[in-house]
C-alpha cells in the first residue's frame, strides 16, 4: 500500500539532533492516504518552537513526495504530549534511564582532555579542528566545552547567532525533559556553558561546587549517544575544572597543548602533572604556533622552538611509557580565519600546513581502539 511504502521512506529522515531515524524516535504520529491518491503525514516534534522544525518537516516532504509523487503529499506537525517526551527520554537512554554518567569507566568512548598550562597556546582551537578532523574520518564525535570562565568552542565552530549589538550568542540546545540535546556543528555535538547564557558580555563567575555540579550536568543530562570520541576542553590551569574532569572521568586520557618557548613549557607540565596525579593517562603533546614560514622557505620561529619536546620528555618521566610529541601545529593565518568565522580550517583549507599537523593528530587518535573492549581485544574503532 502506498502509505506502507511512504513510512518506509520516512525511516530514511534523521532527526538532525538526536541523529536517528525519526521512525525510531515515534515522531511520526501517522501516515493516511485518501481516494485520489493525497498522502498525509503527521510528525510529532520533541518541543514547541523545535530549532530542527523546518529541517525536519522539509525532509518528511521530500520522503513522502518521493513514494507519492510531487505535490501529492503533505505535512501535518504537532508537539509531543509530557508523556511522549519521557517515552522519549527512556527509549534514548536505555537501560540507563536514571541520570549517569555514560563515559564512565565501563563506556567504549574514548576521552581525552585537553589542557594546557596557560591560557592563549591555542588550546581550543586545537580542541575543535581535531573534534571536525575525527569527524571527516566518519566517528562519531562530540565536545563538551568546560573552559567554563573563557568558553569558545560554539564560536570556533560557527554555532552563534549574532545579536543586534553586533555580539555573538551562542546557539541554545533544545532541552527534552530532563535531557538536553547538544547542538551540532560540522558532525560534532557541542555543549557549552555559552549556549544556557542570554548575555554574549556576561562573566560566569563561579566557585568549585557550581564548577563541579556543571561538568557533572554535562556528562548526565546531555544526550550524546554512542560517540566514538568525546574531547573535553578545559581551562587553563589546574584549578577546580581540571580537578572535577579528574574526578569524573578518571580513566580520560590527556591532551597537553603548549608553545614554542620554555616559560610556555614550564607550565604545560604542572597541567599534565595534575592530570595525572588524577589518575588520567597522559596520551601526548601538541605544540602550537612553532613557527611562521615565510616566501624564503624558511621559518620564523616567533615564539621559539623546543618547547613542545622539552614538556614530552618531562612528562615521559611519570610513566610507563614514553610521552609523544604528537605534532607541532605552525602559525597560520587560515586557522585564525576558520575560528573567527566559524569554519574550522580542517575543512576550509585542509592543505594549509596547520590543517595538516592537525590531521596528523586525528590518524593517530582515529586508529585506536574503543574504550575497554578495545583495549583488551583489540577491536578497530567503529566507521
Known amino acids: 500500500m502506498l502509505n506502507e511504502r511512504v513510512l518506509a521512506a520516512l525511516a530514511g529522515v534523521i532527526d538532525p539532533e538526536i541523529r536517528k531515524p525519526i521512525t525510531d524516535l515515534d515522531m511520526v504520529a501517522g501516515v493516511s492516504e485518501d481516494a485520489a491518491g493525497q498522502v498525509t503525514v503527521g510528525i510529532r516534534l520533541t518541543i514547541a518552537g523545535c530549532p530542527a522544525a523546518t529541517r525536519i518537516e522539509s525532509d518528511v516532504l521530500k520522503a513522502a513526495e518521493s513514494v507519492a509523487g510531487a505535490g501529492n503529499a503533505t505535512v501535518e506537525v504537532s508537539v509531543m504530549t509530557r508523556e511522549q517526551r519521557q517515552a522519549l527520554t527512556e527509549k534514548l537512554r536505555g537501560d540507563k534511564a536514571v541520570r549517569s554518567n555514560p563515559f564512565g569507566p565501563d563506556s567504549l568512548t574514548r576521552v581525552y582532555a585537553v589542557t594546557s598550562g596557560k591560557g592563549g597556546v591555542g588550546k581550543s582551537t586545537i580542541t575543535a579542528n581535531l573534534a571536525v578532523a575525527l569527524a571527516k574520518r566518519g566517528l562519531a564525535v562530540g565536545i563538551i566545552d568546560a573552559d567554563v570562565y573563557g568558553f569558545s568552542i560554539p564560536g570556533l565552530l560557527g554555532l552563534v547567532d549574532s545579536s543586534e549589538g553586533g555580539s555573538r550568542l551562542s546557539v541554545k540546545p533544545t532541552q527534552v525533559g530532563d535531557m538536553i540535546l547538544p547542538p551540532v556543528a560540522h558532525d560534532v555535538k557541542v555543549i557549552s556553558i555559552g549556549m544556557f ?187
Open 197 to 383: 547564557i542570554d548575555d554574549a558580555a556576561a562573566a560566569v563567575a563561579w566557585r568549585g561546587p557550581m564548577l563541579h555540579r556543571t561538568i557533572t550536568q554535562f556528562l548526565t543530562d546531555v544526550y550524546f549517544g554512542d560517540l566514538d570520541i568525546l574531547l573535553l576542553d578545559l581551562p587553563p590551569g589546574t584549578g577546580d575544572v581540571a580537578i572535577s574532569v579528574g574526578q569524573l572521568l578518571p580513566h580520560a586520557d590527556v591532551l597537553v597543548v603548549t608553545t614554542p618557548q620554555a616559560a610556555a613549557a614550564d607550565v604545560a607540565e604542572r597541567s599534565g602533572i595534575v592530570a595525572r596525579q588524577t589518575g588520567q593517562t597522559i596520551y601526548g603533546v601538541i605544540e602550537n604556533m612553532s613557527g611562521l614560514a615565510q616566501a624564503d622557505g624558511t621559518v620564523l620561529e616567533l615564539f621559539g622552538s623546543g618547547g613542545g619536546e622539552e614538556v614530552a620528555r618531562r612528562l615521559s618521566a611519570g610513566q610507563d611509557s614514553p610521552v609523544p610529541l604528537l605534532a607541532q601545529v605552525p602559525l597560520s593565518v587560515a586557522l585564525r580565519t576558520g575560528g573567527d568565522t566559524g569554519a574550522p580550517v580542517v575543512l576550509a583549507d585542509p592543505s594549509d600546513p596547520a590543517a595538516v599537523a592537525i590531521e596528523s593528530v586525528a590518524a593517530k587518535l582515529a586508529t585506536r581502539s574503543r574504550g575497554l573492549a578495545g583495549r583488551s581485544l583489540g577491536i578497530s574503532p567503529r566507521f
